[in-house]
């Protein structure tokens, strides 16, 4: 039984699609039913109900997936703790290459331990989990929380900016004020797309926001773009995310700022970790 074929099942087990499993691997779909089934083969049981409209675990499955993750998780041990560099060490991001990011990667490259990494893109949530299971080497998040189930350091903090519709009574000012917005304009994404962040701007609101989220952060942009009295905020290395003809990113006055963690496994020997904070300070 291979490590692979282990990773692959929980894989698909958490997106119950194949073809997501796949992407999330970034391999073809036919390698991930191949592996199910040589495993599925392996155990003389079957792991998962395939429809052509879903997939689901068997009772079986579920068995399994627990012991999987426990398996991959003591696998990620035992590489991390031998203090041996990792041939790839897989970072979770989101969709977005911000130059801190593109600047860490440099720095792990070329780092007195190199290793090659390899940027994963997956929600927060799934982000932690997929540490916490030693799929993950590292993962990146932003706004302040506590986990126990891993390990979180603070690794640097960047200043919030007010995104607003070019139509914005204070759109031609070279700052703004957080107690100068109406309340009634601001919009903000789901808090399930991000907690961490979500929290982290409802913190540093004078007022809580007034409307309802507008779902995904693209929702957000779009709604706030046709409305000259609408505005968001966005950390400030995710304001090339938010570029359009009818937004403008305007600095906070005083500042706002949302502190970046790095997040490892509670098996990350210290040192190791410590050159993670390293690569991603400023």
Known sequence: ??????????????????????????????AVSQQIA???????????DRTSRR???????????????????AAARVRVVAGEPAAVLRIGVASCV?????????????GERPAEP????????????AVRDGELDL????????????????????????ILAHGHPAAGKPAVGLHDLDPRGLR????????????????????APLRPPAGDMLNVLFEVGRDPEGWTLVPAEQLHESRSERLLPVPLEPAAT????????????????????AAFAD
């Open 38 to 48: 040589r495993l599925e083969r392996e155990l003389g049981v079957r792991l998962l």
């Open 55 to 73: 997939v689901r675990l068997t009772p079986a499955g579920e068995r399994v997936l627990a012991a999987a993750r426990r398996t991959l998780a």
């Open 188 to 207: 903000l994404p789901a808090r399930e797309n991000d907690p961490p962040l979500h929290d982290a701007i409802l913190a540093a609101l004078p007022v």
């Open 1 to 30: 039984m291979e490590l692979r074929a282990l990773q692959y099942f929980v894989t698909v087990a958490e997106e119950l699609h194949f073809g997501r499993a796949a992407r999330r691997l970034d391999i073809v779909q036919p």
């Open 258 to 277: 949302v502190d970046g963690h790095v997040v490892t496994s509670l098996a990350t020997p210290q040192a190791c970790v410590a050159s993670y904070v």
């Open 118 to 129: 390899k940027l994963v893109d997956l929600p927060v949530a799934a982000r932690l989990d």
């Open 139 to 162: 993962a990146l998040v932003r706004g302040a929380f506590t986990c126990a189930a891993v390990t979180v350091v603070r690794a640097w903090s960047e200043p919030l900016y007010a």
């Open 98 to 110: 911000t130059r801190r990011l593109d600047r860490a990667v440099g720095r792990l490259s070329h």
